[in-house]
């Protein structure tokens, strides 16, 4: 089966940078946990953020069967 490239993030965390594909996250809070404690960032607009295809898997998002490390699974990084 042939990966395909995903899709850029649509919004971005102003804290952590974690990004997200899901338009209803856009203006809430961060869901990312470090240490045990919640982030405590929202997710803003990422369409402005210039966005580079992750090189370690090419934009698709894994390497091999794992989800990749560089990019976290997005297949994008800011």
């Known amino acids: 089966m042939a990966l395909s490239v ?3 993030p649509l919004a ?3 804290v952590c940078q974690m990004p997200s594909v899901r338009r209803e996250d856009l203006n809430h809070r961060c869901r990312s946990t470090f240490q045990g404690r919640r982030c405590y960032g ?3 607009s990422g369409v402005t953020v210039l966005w580079d295809r992750c ?3 090419k934009g698709h ?3 091999g069967t794992q989800p ?3 990019c976290h699974g997005f ?3 800011p």
């Open 42 to 44: 929202t997710f803003k």
């Open 12 to 14: 971005v965390c102003s």
């Open 55 to 57: 090189e370690s898997c």
């Open 75 to 77: 297949g994008w990084r």
């Open 61 to 63: 998002g894994q390497v």
């Open 6 to 8: 995903k899709p850029k």
């Open 68 to 70: 990749c490390a560089e």
